[in-house]
């Protein structure tokens, strides 16, 4: 009679349903055979002080089974949720990426190293492109030095308003060192040998109607469309004892300075000279040319016909007036100079603390 009692409230091994909890108390599993797959839960723990209890699910035969979380829906159908099989997990279809399992470019739409190379290339070489041509696209401002091309010269030779302080200083004409030659369409018999051996009477012939590289066509003293009054800048020295070797360009305007653009082209026949705050004062108490930017004769001898074409940003101390020990040009006192200075042209960047006046006002 137990026995049968037992019988009759025991599940059928198909169909019944459990209508209570069934408790497992050893570790074991719960495992389904189908021909040589099998499927399997299970549960380990080997008491209350385990720290390594998990629930595990596996799969057997030969590694195609995986597992699927599926979901039922209300109206009917089934929706995949999650599947997690030898290669990767997924959700919807979609693998997860980790740190085995990384994603191509192509799975995220991305570029590749050697696409997003192509376009760090194409966007460097734009950059470049633009900086190169940055001053096509951005207007200078009016040059602040005044009589640049030293068309107004005193009676006895120097640029009118130019100072020199342990040097001379004199305008010459443009054909002089070759700065600018004859605009002729054959040379004339009077022709200079070469650049360096020209001046006012002696002109350098570059070729038919063409004043050389720096003037082209119309030039400081000939040439078509030219001012025909213009001058160049000559400066010599001695070497000597004293204290100061500079010369000044006159600037039109007040402001507040710390750093200035300046131009010019320079050729150096012998010695070198400097530029910016305090250039040449005092050069021999200070061992040279003082806190200047300085050019050698070799930079001016390496430049085409000798004449270097200069273009530099210089700091100076903070300053209102251009006038005193702003901006000079420096020689060292040490040694004799030969100097000739070109269209010198000078303007405020766009710096933090500069500000500039439209007049002496």
Known sequence: ???????????????????????????????????????????????????????????????????????????????????????????????????????TAADVGAYSKAETDIQINKVDSQFNQFKANLQEYIPLPLNLFSNSMMRSVEPEGHPTNYSAVGCTIQAVHPYTKGFEGIYTETAPSNV???PDSANENNPYWYGRYYLGARMGRGGLGNGWGSINSGKILKITSTAF?????????????????????????????????????????????????????????????????????VEKLISISRVTTLQDNAIMFGLPYYEDCEIYLALPYLYVPMSNKSMTVSSRG
């Open 241 to 309: 004892s004293g204290k100061d070797k500079y010369f000044k360009i006159p600037v039109e305007t007040h402001g507040v300075f710390e750093q200035l653009g300046i131009r010019f082209w320079v050729k150096i026949v012998k010695g070198k000279f400097g530029m910016g705050t305090d250039s040449g004062y005092k050069a021999n108490e200070r061992g040279d040319l003082g806190l200047g930017y300085i050019i050698e004769k070799a930079d001016a001898n390496s430049a085409q016909d000798g004449w270097l074409f």
């Open 192 to 194: 200079a040998p070469d």
């Open 1 to 103: 009679k137990e026995t049968k009692t037992k019988a009759d409230n025991a599940l059928p091994r198909s169909g019944g349903e459990v209508t209570g909890d069934i408790t497992i108390s050893t570790d074991s599993e719960i495992t389904w055979h189908r021909n040589t797959d099998l499927a399997a839960i299970g549960f380990k723990n080997t008491g209350d002080g385990d720290t390594d209890s998990y629930m595990w699910f596996k799969t057997g035969d030969n590694g195609n089974e995986y597992f699927k979380w599926n979901h039922i829906i209300a109206g009917g159908g089934t929706s995949e949720w999650m599947s997690l099989k030898s290669d990767n997990l997924r959700v919807k279809g979609h693998p997860v990426y980790h740190q085995g399992n990384k994603p």
